[in-house]
């Protein structure tokens, strides 16, 4: 995540020192290194969404050890519950000793399960809170340049045409002829 804030920093301080548009606030700025840039970050984005991924993938495995677990500890209880029971008097109390460890097994697996959801949860709660930022500066990045070009732009067809005046004033002249 530190390299796409890297490349917004460095996208942010390329329009902030951008030479200006006389009588302007345009400016004019390097299209090829902006376009490299926003590129860049571009190319950075899919890491950071592959990160995400590796943190739910990381989420399952997690969730899938602590179901297997629960799974033998449930298999022990039922072999321990099944030894038990073959005498008779010891069968009454191995009986109450099996469910207690069944909803011991069952409480740690819903703990389990529940701590490693908040866990993964808190960090795709991170994640969108620094991917909105980063879709956020690059939109302003992008509106600042936009309103930039169009300023330029206004500019130019300002200069155009008082430009285009100029040449016929001075070619009204020519086109005046002399009767002899």
């Known amino acids: 995540m530190a390299d796409v804030h890297s490349k917004l920093d460095e996208l ?3 329009i902030g020192s951008a030479k200006a548009v006389p009588l302007s606030a345009s400016c004019v700025v390097n299209r090829a290194e902006l376009v490299a840039l926003v590129e860049e970050v571009r190319g950075l984005l899919p890491g950071e ?3 995400a991924s590796g943190v739910l ?3 399952s495995d997690v969730v899938a050890e602590g179901e297997a677990e629960a799974a033998r ?3 022990q209880a039922k072999v321990d519950r099944a ?5 008779a008097e010891v069968a009454i109390e191995a009986e109450r000793q099996a469910e207690r460890t069944l909803a011991d097994a ?3 697996a819903a703990t389990m399960r529940a701590e490693v959801e908040d866990y993964v949860d808190g960090k795709l709660a991170n994640f969108e809170v620094v991917l909105h930022k980063t879709i956020a500066a690059v939109e302003r990045g992008r509106e600042k340049l936009r309103g930039r070009v169009e300023e330029h732009i206004a500019g130019v067809g300002e200069m ?3 430009y285009s005046r100029d040449e016929d004033a001075d070619a009204a002249p020519d086109d005046v002829r002399v009767a002899r």
Not at 83 to 87: G, K, M, T, W
Request: aromatic share 0%; net charge neutral.
């Open 73 to 75: 500890i449930i298999e």
């Open 57 to 59: 993938r990381e989420r």
């Open 106 to 108: 069952r409480q740690q």
């Open 160 to 162: 155009h045409e008082l």
């Open 83 to 87: 030894r038990l029971v073959s005498r």
């Open 12 to 14: 942010a301080a390329l």
């Open 49 to 51: 969404l592959e990160e």
